[in-house]
């Protein structure tokens, strides 16, 4: 897809970080935005912020990890523009945390944003996208740890893993419909954004307790400082979508962990 003018694009998790760095890159190229985040205030903030970059901008508060929040999202949006062409499944959560103590609340809230998210974006929008048989594509943030695993992020890991393995599934069954749709999966390193902070928008009934107190937010921001940024994630983005690229990876200097990993996984 090398066409954006004009067009329509959904971002969830569209507020803050990559997610708001997508609207922005996209904004620009002269796309309809359809934003989606669960803080309705930090939709407010992005809205504003983008003004009239972007051909036109809405607004929708959704949580990916109810259905029929999401399709509630997919019907506003095909109502408003009577098509999308560039679906974004960017909300993601985090929790680090070793799997001996990890609870039954810290996995139903991951795996419910991470990817139930991607599986209700999938289902309320894809095939409404190949009825209107119009060149669109579906974007799916992974992460280099779709391909590697670190003690504390068996979590996360284990959600990345999953959405690279749908992203991959799902370029094939569209191709065996012959639908003009792409797939890119996109797995950046660790990105100044608020992905570690995300326990502030976690649902009471999966707390399980008092969060834990962690530093994780404040070591990632020291680590990445002038090292990769959410605009850098979303020009390889676009650059991808333009290529029909399935696998993307912003920060290629951090695929050694994924070669290495790979060589113990086949010795």
């Not at 009239?52 to 949006?77: C, E, F, K, M």
């Not at 943030?141 to 996360?156: L, W």
């Amino acid at each position: 897809m090398d066409e954006f003018n004009d067009r329509v694009a959904v971002i969830t998790g569209g507020a803050s970080g990559i997610g708001l760095a997508y609207a922005r890159i996209l904004g620009s190229l002269g796309m309809h935005l359809v934003l989606a985040d669960i803080e309705a205030d930090a939709l407010d903030r992005a809205r504003n912020e983008i003004g009239t970059a972007a051909r036109s901008v809405i607004t929708i508060p959704t949580d990916v990890s109810d259905a029929d929040s999401v399709q509630a999202l997919a019907d506003a949006a095909f109502a408003a523009h009577r098509t999308v062409h560039v679906l974004c499944n960017n909300a993601g959560v985090s929790v680090t945390r070793s799997l001996l103590t990890a609870t039954t609340a810290d996995w139903r809230w991951m795996l419910g944003v991470n990817v139930w998210g991607v599986i209700h974006g999938i289902q309320s929008f894809v095939p409404a996208m190949i009825e209107r048989g119009e060149r669109g594509h579906v974007v799916n943030t992974c992460s280099v740890a779709s391909f590697t695993v670190m003690p504390g992020y068996g979590m996360y890991s284990a959600t990345k893993h999953a959405t690279a393995a749908i992203s991959e599934a799902l370029l094939g069954d569209l191709a065996a419909v012959d639908a003009p749709i792409g797939v890119t999966a996109v797995c950046p390193s660790l990105v100044r954004t608020r992905l570690f902070s995300a326990d502030r928008n976690r649902p009471d009934d999966l707390r399980e307790g008092a969060p834990e107190p962690s530093d994780e937010q404040d070591r990632v921001d020291a680590i990445t400082e002038g090292i990769q940024t959410p605009d850098d994630v979303a020009a390889s983005m676009v650059a991808a979508v333009r290529a029909e690229q399935l696998w993307v990876f912003p920060n290629r200097d951090r695929l050694d962990f994924v070669r290495e990993r790979m060589a113990r996984v086949t010795a």
